[in-house]
């Protein structure tokens, strides 16, 4: 290679470079006008520069026209973007609306005053019959190991379980009654 031919990456910085002060300054106004955003219209400027200089073949007849038809295609591809991003949180905030109820203030004071007489019923149970119902519907551990652990048949098991949850809804319903 000859040493006072310039390399052909050096050529094409240098041609860029020369695209970047010549259409920098009008491809960025472009931008901002359509999208409002300094750092977005910087950034698609610099993309759009990234993609000619990836171009293989840079011999374009019309330069600005070809800059500022690649400009717009850029703000409709991002624009598709957008609006794919868009529609996916929508759907995703959706299915999130769908699924769970609302929280209002009220409900959640009743569910606080639910949970405290439940606590403090679950404290005037007798020991055997809270350890039960606290492995069965809390650890949710089978009856038959409940039963084994406990030292105990699985009818007393359910005895236990049926004293305990009869004991709560009578609490509830008491509570609801007030």
Known sequence: MDAQQPSMASRDQAELDALSRRFRPALVAFFMRRLRDH???EDLTQELFAKLLAM???????TEGYLFQMAMNLIRDHGRH????A?????????????????????ILLARESIGRTATLLNTLPERTRAVLILYRIENMPRKRIAEALGVSISSVDKHLAKAMAMLVRANGAAHDT
């Open 87 to 107: 529609d996916y949180a929508a759907d995703l905030l959706a299915d999130e609306a769908s699924s769970f109820e609302w929280r209002n203030a009220e409900r």
């Open 39 to 41: 750092a977005r219209a």
């Open 82 to 85: 957008d609006k794919i991003r």
């Open 56 to 62: 293989p073949n840079r011999d374009i007849v019309n």
